[in-house]
């Protein structure tokens, strides 16, 4: 006689799991229907002119974003050096925008595909991807913020960073002054040693 084993419960499928798929899917399909659309609207030639179009001024978009990304950070390691040989800085600083969003909008016109298109047109307007930016800091700050666990290592850091705007930590010892003077006091036997850990 056998006995039956209990069967352990299956785990459940995420969320994310089943709609991801589902979404890209739709994505698909909305797209091969818009492409026919088009194409039945202005003609095969038109929608191949399209694509090809799409893809070009994406990939000179992805080479404009990629030469501007690498020009400040040429100039970025060329202030830090003159920084730290304490030569003084001729002009002022340039501005540096994040390009992740302009890679993105030229990555997504080389896909083909009209929604693509238009989306990637959109992350070329710059109020778009300023817009775009600060929603996602502010959304990677909330997230920081919640991971943080009080008492952990994430959250003295974080404390560490508020009270000091550099980061950096100088052990030392905080010597007062006499209102009368800085002379050696009654008693006191000359200099302290500093403090260790």
């Avoid at 020009?71 to 050096?81: D, F, H, M, P």
């Amino acid at each position: 006689m056998t006995t039956a084993q209990p069967q352990s419960p299956r785990p459940k499928r995420s969320r994310a799991r089943t709609l991801i798929p589902l979404a890209i899917a739709a994505w698909l399909v909305l797209e091969i229907w818009l492409l026919t659309v088009v194409a039945d609207t202005a003609g095969p030639l038109a929608l191949l002119l399209l694509i090809a179009g799409s893809i070009v001024l994406g990939a000179v978009v992805i080479k404009s974003a990629g030469r501007r990304a690498f020009r400040n950070l040429t100039e970025t390691i060329q202030r830090q050096q003159r920084q730290q040989q304490g030569t003084p800085e001729v002009g002022g600083a340039t501005p540096t925008t994040g390009n992740g969003f302009l890679m993105l909008g030229g990555l997504l016109m080389i896909v083909p595909g009209v929604l693509t298109d238009v989306l990637g047109l959109l992350l070329l307007i710059p109020f778009v991807r300023t817009m775009l930016g600060r929603y996602a800091e502010k959304s990677l700050e909330r997230r920081v913020r919640a991971a943080a666990v009080p008492g952990s290592f994430s959250d003295a850091y974080q404390q560490a960073r508020m009270h000091q705007p550099d980061g950096k930590v100088v052990q030392g010892e905080v010597i007062k002054n006499d209102e009368r003077g800085s002379g050696p006091r009654p008693g006191d036997d000359g200099p302290r040693p500093p403090l260790t850990p």
